[in-house]
């Protein structure tokens, strides 16, 4: 296990690496992946997925990147948000900023 210092928050995470994939956790017992300057799980095939506090969440793309190229999810607090119009609003909401601004 190696120490991985965020370069967002400066906080110390605990890093797994083997042959294919790599998870930064905040905990030493690694039980709470959490990464604020990329994703906190990346395999190989070009898996991601970006985690705080040890919920998916990402508010500038998805939180989840699948290998194939049309596979993605965006997710914020937890919450997957499953439809966001061209001009940012999605169902039964006035727009993502305002919720996102409530969720703060």
Request: charged share 25%; hydrophobic share 30%; proline share 2%.
């Amino acid at each position: 296990m190696k120490t991985y210092k965020d370069k967002v928050s400066g906080e110390t995470l605990y890093v797994v690496s083997g042959q294919s994939i790599t998870r930064y956790y905040k905990d030493k017992a690694m039980t709470v992946y959490h990464r604020l300057d990329g994703p906190a799980i990346e395999y190989a095939n070009g898996y991601k997925a970006w985690y705080v506090n040890g919920t998916l969440h990402r508010l500038n793309g998805p939180a989840v990147e699948y290998a194939d190229v049309v596979g993605k999810e965006w997710y914020v607090d937890g919450v997957l948000i499953t439809s966001i119009t061209s001009n940012g609003k999605y169902e039964g909401t006035e727009s993502l900023q305002d919720d996102l601004n409530r969720i703060k």
